[in-house]
Each structure stands twice: as C-alpha cells, then as structure tokens.
C-alpha cells in the first residue's frame, strides 16, 4: 500500500524567498507524480504532472523533480508571492486505466507579505 | 475546453436522510471519472472510480454508492447518511494516464 510523507506540514515565509516542499513515498513502482494546490475550502488545481520517466517539470515560478528509485519528489517554488498561499499536495500514482493516486496530507504555506 | 461542475457546493443534511450529489464533465469523451473524500487532517481517500458508463468500482467498503448513468455524469449516493459521512466531497476527471481535474467540491455536513 503506497503511503504519502509531506514535509514540511506547515511553512511561512516571507513575500520573495525561494523555498522547497518535500514529498516521499513508499513504494517506488509509480507511473506519474502530479502536485496540486488546494486553496482553502476549495477543489484542487493541478499544478505539474511528472512522468516515472522524467526528472523533472517546469512550469513558470514551478520546478518539480522526481526521484523515483529513491521514493522523493520536490517541489521548488521561485520567488515566492502572497498568492502562492494555499496548502501543497503530492499525489503519486500506480499504473492502470484508473490512474490510481495516493495524496500526502500537504504542506500548508503561508507567504507573508 | 474541458470543465468539470460538482453541485451543491454546502449540504446539511440530518441522520437517516438520503443523499446524491452530481458531477458532470464538458468538453471531453469517456473520461475516468472519480469521486473523492477529504476528512479534516486527512488525505483524499478515493471512494470511487468509474472508466466508463455503468462500470464503477469501489475502494472502500462504505455506505455510499456511485453511479454513471451518462458518459460525462457521476452521481455519488447514499440511502441512509450516518455522522461519519460528513466530510468534503471531491470529484475529478482524467483522460487515459493524463493529470485528474478536480470539481470545486460539495461541503457536507451530517446533523
């Protein structure tokens, strides 16, 4: 059963830092890893999508990587903003049609003006 | 482009009562679609998948059930709502091996 470690739980920070959220899982054999962004009492909104293949993705201010024989993923977040505030959550997921995904509890962030 | 709508967004139900919620998908053709839920504290833990009308699995023995009547709908039900149902509800699509989208939510909260 694939378990979802998310490192730090909570992280505040002020307005400009570059800062790097954590994710480990414990089994290896994954097919992708998506992290998401969940803004309080809302749904959530994807934000990169990395294939097992892949060591990382980049989506502007966004740099995900992935290393998939270790069980980490990072994701780095450049520069960071007052709307950047929400709580960060790493799903990796187990091959099949369904595209079965285990989500970590998140890390909350909180970027200070 | 592709949407995803999930309705009511609040729900306050009492013990007992029945319960359906509904999501529906535009702009896309036989997605995976699922259902989610979201306790306080906890991760999302998935109830349901369906991979095609009619087809739904179940991950969690529960008091809930799902149904697809339609290509793009899924409907999460329940007869009898017990306390432990209250959580946020989550739907999301995927197409293939591609990322999930994930509806706004439906906030539901046993009396």
């Known amino acids: 059963k694939q378990e979802v470690t998310q490192i730090p739980a909570a992280l505040s920070v002020p307005e400009g830092e570059n800062l790097v959220l954590n994710c480990s899982f414990t089994d290896s054999a994954i097919y992708n890893l998506q992290w998401f962004r969940q803004d309080p009492g809302k749904g959530l909104t994807s934000l990169l999508l990395?294939?097992?293949?892949?060591r990382e993705q980049t989506s502007g201010r966004l740099n995900a990587s992935l290393d998939k024989s270790s069980g980490r993923s990072t994701l780095y977040i450049a520069a960071s903003q007052p709307g950047d505030s929400a709580t960060y959550l790493c799903?990796?997921?187990?091959?099949?049609?369904?595209?079965?995904?285990?989500f970590g509890i998140g890390t909350k962030l909180q970027v200070i003006p | 482009s592709q949407t995803i709508h999930q309705w009511p967004a609040t729900l306050v139900q009492p013990v007992g009562s029945p319960l359906s919620l509904e999501c529906t998908v535009e702009g896309t053709s036989n997605p995976n679609l699922y259902w989610y839920r979201q306790a306080a504290g906890r991760g999302l833990q998935l109830l349901f998948y369906?991979?095609?009308?009619?087809?739904i699995s179940s991950e969690v023995p529960q008091n809930l059930s799902a149904s697809r009547p339609q290509d793009r709908q899924f409907i999460l039900s329940s007869k009898k709502l017990l306390l432990s149902d209250s959580g946020f509800y989550l739907c999301?699509?995927?197409?293939?091996?591609?990322?999930?989208?994930f509806g706004d939510g439906t906030r539901l909260s046993i009396l």
């Open positions: 990395i294939q097992s293949s892949q």
């Open positions: 369906s991979v095609g009308i009619g087809q």
């Open positions: 799903a990796p997921s187990g091959s099949g049609g369904y595209q079965k995904v285990t």
């Open positions: 999301a699509w995927s197409q293939g091996d591609g990322p999930q989208h």
